[in-house]
T-cell receptor, first 111, second 114 residues
Framework: TQLLEQSPQFLSIQEGENLTVYCNSS?????LQWYRQEPGEGPVLLVT?????EVKKLKRLTFQFGDARKDSSLHITAAQPGDTGLYLC???????????FGTGTRLQVFP | DAGVIQSPRHEVTEMGQEVTLRCKPI?????LFWYRQTMMRGLELLIY????????DSGMPEDRFSAKMPNASFSTLKIQPSEPRDSAVYFC????????????FGSGTRLTVV
């Protein structure tokens, strides 16, 4: 069974702080995605990283795919209350259309 | 496009009753996925379809669960008979092409079995 472990599980920080969320697996993925989910809604895609070592930036969010394509990180600079939500990584299984989702990181940013 | 549409948004039913959840994927998407989300187990893939054909149902927990996709614009997930441990939020998602393009999720159906 493929598992994607995220850490930390919970994170409560003040507005303006920086944070990093980690997503780790022993399996290799063809690509890795990050989603954000808000209460009462489905997850929404933030980014897809495909190449080992790839780094993508979306405004204050920086995503990195590990060289071996087994892990990823999400770094948020100067967090804002609007960043509050459940962050999920998801790995695309080699040779299939399946996405395996991580355990999730619940982020709360206080003003 | 209105996105992935799920109905109902909330369902409360008694143990033993049949429950049917519905999903309309985004037009043009050729893959459809049913997920279940709970606090304990997170987001679990139940089954997925490619071009209306079930490809992998290894995540379906028991024979009480069944899913169909009679055409490209409609899918159902049925639980019969329902049990309290089936209480969860059920999501439908659709995609086009490889997973690299990402999934579009519906808003989910919150199922409560009492």
């Amino acid at each position: 069974t493929q598992l994607l472990e995220q850490s930390p599980q919970f994170l409560s920080i003040q507005e303006g702080e920086n944070l990093t969320v980690y997503c780790n697996s022993s399996s290799v993925f063809s690509s890795l995605q990050w989603y954000r989910q808000e209460p009462g809604e489905g997850p929404v895609l933030l980014v897809t990283v495909v190449t080992g070592g790839e780094v993508k930036k979306l405004k204050r969010l920086t995503f990195q795919f590990g060289d071996a394509r087994k892990d990823s990180s999400l770094h948020i600079t100067a967090a804002q209350p609007g960043d509050t939500g459940l962050y999920l990584c998801a790995g695309a299984t080699l040779g299939t259309d399946k996405l395996i989702f991580g355990t999730g990181t619940r982020l709360q940013v206080f003003p | 496009d209105a996105g992935v549409i799920q109905s109902p948004r909330h369902e409360v039913t008694e143990m033993g009753q049949e429950v049917t959840l519905r999903c309309k994927p985004i037009s043009g998407h050729n893959s459809l996925f049913w997920y279940r989300q709970t606090m304990m187990r997170g987001l679990e893939l139940l089954i997925y379809f490619n071009n209306n054909v079930p490809i992998d149902d290894s995540g379906m927990p028991e024979d009480r669960f069944s899913a169909k996709m009679p055409n490209a614009s409609f899918s159902t997930l049925k639980i019969q008979p329902s049990e309290p441990r089936d209480s969860a939020v059920y999501f439908c998602a659709s995609s086009f092409g490889t997973p690299d393009y990402g999934y579009t999720f519906g808003s989910g159906t919150r199922l409560t079995v009492v």
